[in-house]
DNA sequence: AAAGAATTTAAACAAGCGTTTAAAAAATCT
DNA sequence: AGATTTTTTAAACGCTTGTTTAAATTCTTT
């Protein structure tokens, strides 16, 4: 037999929407459970526990921004092409959750790492074959040679920081969610430009 | 009359160590006043409240990275020079206390913007006069012409993210401890290269 | 040494926490 | 329609929270 999902997609996303806001220690299941409409106990019902309704709003969160990248990774581009669309769609899907990155890195920072293993990118980043587009690239002198690592690391540095940073930027300059808009459009520009000069520095 | 200072201080030294680590929802104050062998009641006694407690901890952070780059500012020297000197800084404050990022990051998300206002970080970037010497190098061509802000969003993004990234990455990419460092050392090169190359483009 | 002020303590406060229980309501099946 | 299962509810569980109180202790001053 089916069952009628409304009650546990409406906890879902109430839990979601509180948990970013406020983080796993900012909040209650009753506030969680109210927002959603429903009694406290059908929280843990549901979802056994208020540590595994987390447990799934995160992992749900972190394939949704994966599943943007390696789709990108898996198409048929060059590895310059794949860099600007990599920056367009992270931007792009940043600009839509502007306070995932700084619920993702405020509360993975308390967490066990071990917690969210089971997500295994680096299979899916290895069915990508990534890392062959560019060892070829590198050893045809097409792209600079740095690790994997770092490349991820330069070009998501220049994507997530000013997201995560737009309450301390604020706090510093005076700035308005309007100029802030600004900043982060002409911003994209500029990390476009400078992350593909360096990567690919024959062009 | 003087007062002692020792149990003042034990506290705040406590106080730091754990909100840096848990948050100001993850920890309570008697395990606050447990660890810096004191009775609860001393917690509220010398410091009123948690939040008041929480408040200084958090100014007393902001205002030694802060120092940090100001000193720098106020230097005499180059822009380029006080480029390569900021990115050093950074990633030696860092490499120190790789778990301020994250705390500052992710329990200013969760508080009031107007909260830490009372800093004046406008004032000290005033003093520094840092602003007169970006707009004379972009006026006779030895800086591109990009915004303060938007010039510090770049610099601070590629030193702080990878310090805020690092729980991330390693599960991601399944990294040890040691070889997380050994990405961080070759990263700050990169970096420093990256953004030398584009902030002062005719070099 | 006595008096007064500052510090430290144990205990208590109401409020909120995550979770469980057992009964009521609704839905499903025969 | 009656029986059975699933969903929802209000209430309670023991525990922890931030904060306060009032008594005990220590320190300072006279």
């Not at 979802?47 to 995160?58: A, M, P, R, Y």
């Not at 792009?92 to 959750?97: G, M, N």
């Not at 969210?116 to 590198?138: M, R």
């Amino acid at each position: 037999m089916e069952k009628d999902h409304s009650a546990e997609v409406k906890i879902l996303d109430a839990a979601r929407h509180i948990f970013v806001e406020k983080g796993f220690n900012g909040c209650s299941s009753r506030e969680i459970a109210k927002e959603a409409g429903m009694n406290v106990a059908l929280v843990n019902y549901y979802f056994k526990s208020k540590e595994n309704l987390f447990h799934l709003v995160v992992s749900s969160i972190m394939k949704e921004f994966a599943h943007s990248i390696f789709e990108v990774f898996k198409s048929d581009l060059s590895l310059e092409q794949k860099t600007r669309i990599l920056i367009e769609n992270e931007f792009d899907l940043l600009a839509r959750h502007p306070e995932i990155p700084s619920f993702i890195i405020g509360e993975l920072s308390k967490k066990d790492q071990n917690f969210f293993q089971c997500l295994d990118f680096e299979n899916e980043i290895e069915k990508a074959s990534i890392h062959k587009q560019v060892s070829e690239a590198q050893a045809n002198g097409g792209m600079r040679k740095i690790d994997f690592v770092n490349i991820m690391l330069l070009i998501m540095s220049n994507c997530h920081f000013p997201f995560l940073a737009k309450p301390m930027i604020q706090t510093v300059h005076s700035v308005t969610d309007t100029q802030y808009q600004d900043y982060l459009k002409i911003h994209k520009q500029y990390v476009t430009e400078m992350v593909i000069n360096y990567l690919f520095p024959t062009k």
